[in-house]
Structure formats: C-alpha cells, structure tokens
C-alpha cells in the first residue's frame, strides 16, 4: 500500500475505520461501480472479489456497538 495512503489512515480513529470500510462495501456491492473500480486500478476481478469477501466477514464479525 502507498505511503500516503497508510499515512492518511494511520491517523483515522477506529471508528473513523470502520465508516470507511462499510463504505468500501457498499461500493463493491454496485456491480456498474465495483467495474467502474476494477478497471480504475487495474485490478483483477478475481481479486476485488476476494476483497469485498474478506471485507464483508470482517464487517460481520464486528459487534453491532462498535459500528
């Protein structure tokens, strides 16, 4: 992962986190914007796939009062 990527969410709380990987959920659950993505960052599809996977167990996995 970049740098300033790592940097930028170094500084993020737990919860800010949290908002940002349900996001990235919601972002991979829209087939026209996960292409969208996919394509962006030349990413695999396989891959992305796997992502929002080991994504969405990790969201399920956390207690509702953390989220």
């Given at each position: 992962?970049?740098?300033?990527?790592?940097?930028?969410?170094?500084?993020?709380?737990?919860?800010?986190?949290?908002?940002?990987?349900?996001?990235?959920?919601?972002?991979?659950?829209?087939?026209?914007?996960?292409?969208?993505?996919?394509?962006?960052?030349?990413?695999?599809?396989?891959?992305?796939?796997?992502?929002?996977?080991?994504?969405?167990?990790?969201?399920?996995?956390?207690?509702?009062?953390?989220l």
């Amino acid at each position: 992962m970049p740098k300033d990527t790592l940097d930028y969410l170094s500084d993020k709380t737990e919860h800010d986190l949290l908002v940002i990987l349900e996001g990235f959920k919601m972002l991979l659950a829209d087939s026209e914007l996960f292409d969208m993505l996919a394509e962006k960052l030349d990413y695999p599809d396989e891959m992305l796939i796997e992502l929002r996977d080991d994504v969405n167990k990790f969201i399920s996995d956390i207690p509702d009062s953390e989220l």
